[in-house]
């Protein structure tokens, strides 16, 4: 091909017409593709395909008459059509419908099935193939249902000091049944009884019960069923108990509880009464922690009484007021020097510098070792190994532990901190 035959090529091959011709010459070829397929004819398989009983509503209230067994609930279909139909067909638009306007009493049945398409799908367009039942097998029971309350009562006694509540839990609270309505319609409730004696804690169980007429007699039919055969029932018995009320102390500051320390609770008990078990378990009730190394003599606070799980304080007093006081020791104030405050475990790569350069504490001992105690005896240690790298910089207060050498007796009340400047090591 000479150059002047490629450079017409090239002239026709830039012009906007040349395009518009290729673009309409591939749009027709897409079309006439499009409808040539969409005519050609396929099979689909459609799994699950819901049954559906039409008239069931009608037959339930018009005869009394219901449903109970189906051998199946769906069915699945092999359907064939067109491409374009069966692409509109799946297994939730399309229904296999059961027609009961024949069923007329009670019995076993043998129905065939029509299937119903989605809204723009004409049957004629669509054969069912293969499908995995042509005929659907049920059962017609003419039979009603009753829900009734369940009702109890406890006919037998408790043991000394103990009370069984007056209502019984039931679980479940409502029982049905079902059968014939000449015998379910005389039926008025399910009932327990629980007949034991000496009952000394909760009863909580599962048993059987019996039918009952409006006027509490006893109804035996067999032809009635029982759609829960048993139901639990809870018999709550409930024992009282004095409780004592006690605070759990940390020996603190030279104090102990049994040496130094007169606690006073107010109450000092409540009355407690639920579950048994619960109130046999409970020997006193906690209020709460107290430091005695917190405070420098005495401590007062208002405690809110919590009672134990499964019982209830019926004492009416939700409330303690707790006083305690050290006794045989005193308090002094020192002041602990710089050369004395210190610190350990730096962060490695960092130097620490003691900004504090007196700290006041307070000691607590007896007056005679309080007399001895010099301020060389006291020391003031920061533990630093709680600090990371990451915040190791700039200025930190850390709680320090006082030290008084000597006088293993004496100790230092409340808590301290002082004042450190943590910088990069120049090394």
């Known amino acids: 091909m000479n150059p002047n035959q490629l450079k017409k090529i090239k002239r026709?091959?830039?012009?906007?017409?040349?395009?518009?011709?290729?673009?309409?010459?591939?749009?027709?070829?897409?079309?006439?593709?499009?409808?040539?397929?969409?005519?050609?004819?396929?099979?689909?398989?459609?799994?699950?395909?819901?049954?559906?009983?039409l008239g069931a509503d009608t037959l339930r209230e018009s005869s009394g008459l219901v449903i109970t067994e189906q051998d199946r609930s769906s069915v699945n279909l092999t359907v064939k059509g067109t491409r374009r139909v069966l692409g509109k067909l799946s297994s939730t638009n399309v229904v296999a419908t059961v027609d009961l306007s024949r069923v007329n009493t009670d019995g076993w049945y043998s129905v065939s099935?029509?299937?119903?398409?989605?809204?723009?799908?004409?049957?004629?367009?669509?054969?069912?193939?293969?499908?995995?039942?042509d005929i659907i097998n049920f059962y017609v029971d003419r039979q009603t249902r009753k829900r009734i309350p369940v009702e109890g009562a406890f006919t037998g006694n408790t043991a000394e000091g103990y009370l069984a509540e007056d209502n019984l839990v039931f679980d479940p609270e409502i029982v049905t049944i079902?059968?014939?309505?000449?015998?379910?319609?005389?039926?008025?409730?399910?009932y327990v009884v629980i007949n034991r004696t000496d009952?000394?804690?909760?009863?909580?169980?599962?048993?059987?019960?019996?039918?009952?007429d409006v006027d509490y007699n006893v109804v035996e039919d067999p032809r009635i069923t029982l759609e829960e055969e048993t139901v639990n029932v809870t018999l709550n018995v409930l024992a009282t108990k004095s409780v004592p009320l006690d605070v759990t102390v940390v020996n603190g500051a030279g104090a102990t509880r049994e040496e130094n320390t007169s606690i006073k609770i107010v109450p000092d008990s409540v009355v407690l009464s639920g579950d048994a078990a619960a109130i046999d378990s409970t020997s006193k009730i906690n209020l709460g922690?107290?430091?005695?190394?917190?405070?420098?003599?005495?401590?007062?606070?208002?405690?809110?009484?919590v009672p134990?799980?499964?019982?209830?304080?019926?004492?009416?007093?939700?409330?303690?007021?707790?006083?305690?006081?050290?006794?045989?020791?005193?308090?002094?104030?020192?002041?602990?020097?710089?050369?004395?405050i210190s610190c350990i475990n730096v962060p490695e790569g960092f130097d620490a510098e003691i900004i504090t350069q007196t700290l006041p504490v307070t000691i607590r001992a007896a007056d005679t070792v309080l007399d001895q105690i010099q301020i060389h005896n006291l020391r003031a240690v920061a533990d630093l190994s709680g600090i990371s790298e990451a915040t190791a910089s700039g200025v930190i207060t850390?709680?320090?532990?006082?030290?008084?050498?000597?006088?293993?007796?004496?100790?230092?009340?409340?808590?301290y901190r002082i004042y450190v400047t943590l910088t990069e090591s120049k090394d």
């Not at 091959?13 to 395009?19: E, Y």
């Not at 009952?199 to 009952?212: E, G, I």
């Not at 850390?398 to 808590?415: F, L, S």
Request: aromatic letters at 10%; charged letters at 20%; glycine letters at 6%.
């Open 289 to 305: 922690t107290i430091d005695l190394g917190a405070f420098a003599s005495e401590y007062t606070a208002t405690y809110t009484i």
């Open 398 to 415: 850390p709680v320090v532990r006082i030290y008084i050498d000597g006088y293993p007796e004496a100790g230092c009340v409340g808590e």
């Open 12 to 53: 026709i091959v830039d012009r906007r017409s040349f395009w518009m011709v290729v673009s309409l010459l591939v749009a027709v070829i897409l079309w006439l593709y499009v409808n040539s397929t969409e005519g050609v004819e396929g099979d689909k398989v459609l799994s699950g395909v819901k049954i559906e009983f």
């Open 199 to 212: 009952v000394d804690k909760t009863l909580s169980y599962a048993t059987a019960y019996v039918l009952q």
């Open 113 to 133: 099935y029509e299937i119903q398409y989605p809204a723009g799908v004409n049957s004629d367009d669509v054969t069912v193939v293969r499908s995995s039942a």
């Open 178 to 190: 079902s059968g014939p309505k000449a015998a379910v319609s005389q039926v008025e409730r399910a």
């Open 308 to 340: 134990p799980n499964d019982t209830e304080n019926i004492t009416g007093v939700n409330e303690a007021s707790v006083t305690v006081k050290i006794v045989g020791l005193s308090s002094r104030n020192f002041n602990i020097i710089h050369d004395n």
